[in-house]
C-alpha cells in the first residue's frame, strides 16, 4: 500500500481490487488483522478523497466483512457487511 500511495496510484480502481485481493491472501496465509489493517488504511483513504458511498468502498467493506465472518467476529462483520 505504501508503494501506492508514494506513486499516487491507491485511487485507482484497479489498486482497490488488488489490496482486497492482498488483504484475503493475508488471511489466508494466517495473517488475518495485516490483512484487514491494510483494508482499513485503504477504506480511509478512499473515504477521504471520494466517498463512503462509491463501489470501491463498498468492496472494501464487503472484503473486511469476510475476513471478520471468517475469522469468526461476527459483531465486527455485521459492521462492515
Same mark, same amino acid.
Given at each position: 500500500?505504501?508503494? &501506492?500511495?508514494? /506513486?499516487? +496510484?491507491? /485511487?485507482?480502481? *484497479?489498486?482497490?481490487? *488488488?489490496? %482486497?485481493? /492482498? !488483504?484475503?491472501? &493475508?488471511?489466508?496465509?494466517?495473517?488475518?488483522? @495485516?490483512? +484487514? #489493517?491494510? +483494508?482499513? @488504511? %485503504?477504506?480511509?483513504?478512499?473515504?477521504?478523497?471520494? #466517498?463512503? &458511498?462509491?463501489?470501491?468502498?463498498?468492496?472494501?467493506?464487503? !472484503?473486511?466483512? #469476510?475476513?471478520? +465472518?471468517? %475469522?469468526? @467476529?461476527?459483531?465486527?462483520? @455485521?459492521?462492515?457487511?
Amino acid at each position: 500500500i505504501s508503494i &501506492l500511495e508514494k /506513486y499516487g +496510484l491507491i /485511487y485507482m480502481n *484497479q489498486s482497490i481490487a *488488488q489490496i %482486497c485481493n /492482498y !488483504a484475503v491472501l &493475508l488471511h489466508d496465509m494466517g495473517e488475518s488483522e @495485516r490483512g +484487514l #489493517s491494510a +483494508l482499513r @488504511r %485503504c477504506a480511509k483513504t478512499v473515504k477521504e478523497h471520494n #466517498s463512503e &458511498l462509491s463501489s470501491d468502498y463498498a468492496a472494501i467493506q464487503e !472484503a473486511m466483512g #469476510s475476513i471478520n +465472518l471468517a %475469522c469468526g @467476529r461476527l459483531d465486527k462483520a @455485521r459492521e462492515h457487511l
